[in-house]
């Protein structure tokens, strides 16, 4: 396929490409051409200035956004961390519907925050009872700006939960203070955590592809969510290290604001559709998966 790709050197893009460049052809939307890493059958390009339809590509995968962690969400960041996914987004719709030969699929970012904070209840994508705070509202607003392809395009929203990986992100972010022996269980550690590993994130998007009954929402997370607590024990395992402190609520939400919500809440996510599809997960528990990452 020629793939026509937005955040193609953040975690996900770059894990993607990486792994199929053998197999796909790659444009690639950066807004830094010259640090972006070479890859054979991939072309960057760092405006969208001069393209008025996506006619030549086979598919778009639009993953381009703001980091969710890093600032604290105030008025200004919350805006930023919209706009940065709703933008691109609209722009991108815009030409798939100008296209007289349009992408056969297009497959755009979300995440599992559209559902909020929620208990242990199985959410899969059937799932109508969101939990109505900034999480949500940013995730309906980037999906509604997908929803707006008016051609025959098939479209599918990755609502994505903890992706996994050695090359960055949430477990990079995470891994310090374990390696130490410093790790904690945040707020009680009853919280789900919906996980996946890069591998499965990769893979599953590559299997959207070319699966035509798959469309609409579909949750990108292991089949075997864990607790925070299961979650911090088993990061410890696979550092050799003990897991012996406690962080309050009070204590994360003074230190990240009301980011914190993302860390003291949690959703029990689960893949159905792609597991109804025949999606089988390389990474379905989380000792296994950590294991992998950690040497």
């Known amino acids: 396929m020629k793939i026509f790709l937005t955040g193609g050197t953040g975690l996900i893009g770059q894990a993607f490409i990486k792994q199929f460049a053998d197999k796909h ?3 690639v939307l950066t807004r830094n051409i010259e640090k972006a890493p070479a890859f054979k059958n991939v072309t960057y390009i760092d405006s969208l200035k001069g393209v008025d339809n996506l006619d030549e590509f086979d598919a778009v995968i639009n993953l381009q956004g703001e980091p969710i962690f890093g600032k604290r969400w105030n008025a200004y960041q919350k805006q930023k961390l919209i706009q940065s996914r709703v933008t691109v987004t609209q722009q991108l719709v815009v030409l798939i519907n100008n296209s007289t030969n349009p992408p056969s699929v297009l497959l755009s970012g979300s995440a599992i925050g559209y559902y909020g904070r929620q208990t242990d209840e ?3 994508e059937e799932f109508s009872s969101p939990y109505q705070e900034f ?4 995730c309906k607003e980037w999906e509604n700006a997908a929803r707006k392809v008016t051609t025959d395009t098939r479209v599918c929203l990755l609502r994505t939960g903890i992706v996994l990986s050695d090359k960055g992100g949430a477990l990079a972010q995470m891994a310090p203070p374990f390696k ?3 790790g904690a269980v945040i707020a009680g550690g009853q919280q789900q955590m919906s996980w996946i590993h890069i591998d499965d994130m990769t893979s599953a998007m590559d299997f959207l592809l070319t699966t035509e009954q798959i469309k609409g929402v579909v949750n990108f997370t292991a089949p075997n969510p864990v607790t925070n607590r299961v979650f911090s024990d088993a990061l410890a395992k696979a550092y050799r290290k003990p ?6 609520a009070f204590v994360v939400n003074a230190m990240f604001g009301e980011v914190a919500e993302l860390l003291v809440y949690g959703q029990h996510v689960v893949p159905a559709r792609l597991l109804n599809a025949g999606y089988q997960f390389h990474y379905s528990e989380l000792q296994p998966a950590l294991k992998n ?3």
């Open 135 to 138: 999480s949500h509202q940013l």
């Open 122 to 124: 199985h959410i899969d």
């Open 243 to 248: 897991r012996l402190m406690c962080m309050p």
């Open 180 to 182: 130490f022996g410093l």
């Open 293 to 295: 990452l950690i040497p």
């Open 25 to 27: 052809s790659f444009v």
